[in-house]
């Protein structure tokens, strides 16, 4: 695919600096870019590469102030990154848009519905009574249980599993590995030491702009749904286990687990290695650090904590200083009791 600066810069609402109508056709680094491409310049460590970059135009901050002469076409925007991104997903979009039709062997179920336009790769199984929207893109070996919902414009990697009754919005993204649905950790302890499987009825219900990370897995409400709220963005290799909510737009890094029936709040950040206990409340806008425990509900908005267990964020900072300080605090203790 080839455009012209000048249509990039419309996609972007930038203003164009050069030459208008130099085409690019791929999108690369500025450190590695070469003629044809297009790279961003948002970080200034990097802006020393603006002046040497072989790219054929680069989008840059429309508050940048140049140093040297640059050869290639600038696009001034406001964010770089922001437009940047823009750019990639239109690209991704594109590419994705290119997969239709149907490939062979595939299966549909009885009584399932899937809208215009979707593509169904190689190997796929859609089980009876689904309903999927427009637009939808199943890769080859998904697998998609009975009665499924699936909105429009959603694209499910492969080897994916959906399990019966999941629900997922629209403009999802399930990448590869992903197990939606699979049985919550449920066991009773019985009398003679024996545990048994406590039945695990519920679903899964991803709302609308969800994206999710390869090889995650959130399992199944034991009744009712274990909920992952709009717009939010969810790591590889996570773990979320039965009965918890997700807020609107929060983010969870890698490996980090969320145990039964924890309710995450809206717009939190939770890095990667969290592990958070069942049965409390994560208030909005909270932000936990990298492999923090969090054994208790946090209540107040906009708390950052760290640590195992976790608490404030400057507070562990100031408690890592002393910890690291006890070798040297213990030998001052000794040598006051040889005093005495």
Do not use: W
């Amino acid at each position: 695919m080839e455009f012209t600066v000048q249509q990039i810069a419309d996609l972007l609402q930038g203003k164009v600096e050069g030459d208008n109508l130099v085409k690019v056709s791929t999108l690369a680094k500025i450190e590695e870019a070469t003629s044809g491409a297009l790279a961003f310049l948002s970080n200034l460590k990097y802006e020393s590469y603006l002046y040497t970059t072989g790219a054929s135009a680069v989008i840059v901050s429309d508050t940048l102030e140049l140093k040297k002469p640059v050869s290639a076409t600038l696009i001034r925007v406001g964010d770089p990154y922001s437009g940047f991104s823009t750019l990639l997903a239109y690209y991704q979009q594109a590419v994705l848009a290119s997969k239709t039709g149907v490939e062979e062997p595939c299966f549909l179920g009885a009584g399932s519905t899937i809208g215009q336009n979707h593509y169904r790769g190689a190997f796929s199984y859609i089980g009876q009574n689904c309903q999927i929207g427009e637009n939808v893109r199943i890769y080859p070996q998904a697998y998609i249980g009975d009665n499924v919902k699936i909105g429009d414009n959603t694209t499910i990697f492969a080897g994916a599993k959906l399990y019966a009754n999941t629900v997922v919005g629209s403009n999802c993204t399930i990448h590869a590995g992903v197990v939606l649905g699979s049985d919550g950790f449920g066991f009773a302890p019985q009398p003679d030491g024996s545990y048994k499987a406590v039945p695990q009825i519920g679903n899964v219900v991803l709302e609308d702009n969800v994206n999710i990370g390869a090889n995650t897995t959130i399992d199944c409400a034991t009744m009712g749904s274990t909920i992952i709220r709009k717009g939010t963005k969810i790591d590889n290799l996570v773990q979320i286990a039965h009965n918890v909510e997700v807020g609107q737009h929060t983010v969870i890094a890698s490996q980090t687990g969320i145990s039964g029936s924890a309710k995450i709040g809206n717009n939190c950040v939770i890095a990667g290695q969290v592990g958070i206990v069942g049965h409390i409340n994560i208030a909005d806008k909270t932000t936990i650090g990298a492999q923090s425990g969090v054994s208790k509900s946090v209540k107040e908005t906009g708390t950052i904590i760290q640590g195992s267990p976790a608490f404030d964020y400057k507070q562990n900072l100031k408690a890592i200083t002393v910890f690291r300080k006890l070798p040297d605090l213990q030998r001052v203790l000794d040598e006051l009791k040889e005093r005495k």
